[in-house]
T-cell receptor, first 113, second 116 residues
Framework: AQSVTQLGSHVSVSEGALVLLRCNYS??????LFWYVQYPNQGLQLLLK??????LVKGINGFEAEFKKSETSFHLTKPSAHMSDAAEYFC???????????FGSGTRLQVQP | GAVVSQHPSRVICKSGTSVKIECRSL??????MFWYRQFPKKSLMLMAT?????????EQGVEKDKFLINHASLTLSTLTVTSAHPEDSSFYIC????????????FGPGTRLTVL
């Protein structure tokens, strides 16, 4: 069984500041990990994913995430926030024996001017 | 990248009626499609897994007779909410896995269902 915990339902940063969205997972098998972004009334867009190999994963729009097995974490970061980054972000996990994703509760990112 | 569409994007219906939502993979064949439900300000909850040509696999607690899923072709899955009630109002999102073999899911834009 898998589960995902996203700490902080709301995160507010100033434009140009560091973005850090936290995600911890539990999985009984080596996980595949994902970050998705959702804009209002839209579907999900894949930001980045970790399957195997390099633990630091770079995604679109300047985001990156690092898989830390010892901490069971997959935090999402971006060095400098942009107004257009304001959205809902979901962390998700998929075990190798299951095709569907298990999502975290989401974190709403606000970017202040 | 692969594109998944949903139709309609929004639907308002009266209580007791049935509503059909279509999910199409536009430029790839989807061996598996998933249906998720998202409550306001909440995460996505998997409702069912749909494989082409076979019966859908429903998650625990999801009523099969209420949420009818048909995956008649490799590019189309439909979700029919039967005898809809206000508590069925939600944002329904489908996703599809293609034949690339990397199991990446491509999400549709979602359908907002409002039952009056």
């Amino acid at each position: 069984a898998q589960s995902v915990t996203q700490l902080g339902s709301h995160v507010s940063v100033s434009e140009g500041a560091l973005v850090l969205l936290r995600c911890n997972y539990s999985s009984s098998v080596p996980p595949y990990l994902f970050w998705y972004v959702q804009y209002p009334n839209q579907g999900l867009q894949l930001l980045l994913k970790y399957t195997t190999g390099a633990t630091l994963v770079k995604g679109i729009n300047g985001f990156e995430a690092e898989f830390k097995k010892s901490e069971t974490s997959f935090h999402l970061t971006k060095p400098s926030a942009h107004m257009s980054d304001a959205a809902e972000y979901f962390c998700a996990v998929k075990g190798t024996g299951r095709r569907a994703l298990t999502f975290g509760s989401g974190t709403r990112l606000q970017v202040q001017p | 990248g692969a594109v998944v569409s949903q139709h309609p994007s929004r639907v308002i219906c009266k209580s007791g009626t049935s509503v059909k939502i279509e999910c199409r993979s536009l430029d790839f064949q989807a061996t598996t499609m998933f249906w998720y439900r998202q409550f306001p300000k909440k995460s996505l909850m998997l409702m069912a897994t749909s494989n082409e040509g076979s019966k859908a696999t429903y998650e625990q607690g999801v009523e099969k007779d209420k949420f009818l899923i048909n995956h008649a072709s490799l590019t189309l899955s439909t979700l029919t909410v039967t005898s809809a009630h206000p508590e069925d109002s939600s944002f329904y999102i489908c996703s599809a896995i293609g034949e690339r073999g990397n199991n990446e899911q491509f999400f549709g834009p979602g359908t907002r269902l409002t039952v009056l």
